[in-house]
């Protein structure tokens, strides 16, 4: 016996809807500020709840978008932990005109973030993702 057209139509819609609609992992984006208001403009954003750890790199205006696997991937729902690490930026790669060696010029961090919020223990920050959500942090100067 053969589906009929209209039947067999709904169902690939309906598989297209399913997928565009993003029936995976929650989408969890937020922008890190000091108590200033200026952005931290490096780090990675980490989300843990003990089995599992998520991430979302800090782009230079402060925001940042959590994956677990690959960017765009989201984050499954649950209660997770939140602290920050700070990453190291290279600079542009500069040729010696004598020798013509290639050197990279490292920028350190320039936004001196507490201790306190490297560890996922001490941080103070957690989230509780059910869905997608906005999740900004502000980082406090005096925390240690």
Do not use: H, W
Not at 60 to 87: A, I, N, Q
Request: net charge negative; proline share 6%.
């Amino acid at each position: 016996m053969k589906t009929p057209r209209y039947l067999t139509l709904c169902a690939l819609l309906f598989a297209v809807s399913v997928v565009a609609t993003g029936c995976g992992k929650p989408k969890v984006t937020g922008k890190v500020t000091f108590a200033d208001g200026s952005p931290l403009t490096v780090g990675t954003v980490n989300f843990t709840d003990d089995k599992i750890i998520c991430k979302g790199s800090i782009k230079d205006d402060g925001t940042f978008e959590m994956r677990t696997l690959k960017p765009g991937d989201g984050v499954p729902k649950g209660s997770y932990k939140v602290y920050l690490t700070e990453t190291m930026r290279f600079g542009d790669v500069e040729r010696e005109t004598a020798t013509g060696e290639a050197t990279a010029t490292m920028l350190g961090t320039t936004n001196d973030v507490p201790p306190k919020y490297s560890n996922p223990e001490q941080s103070g920050l957690t989230i509780d993702v059910k869905g997608s959500m906005k999740y900004d942090i502000t980082i406090e100067p005096d925390a240690e």
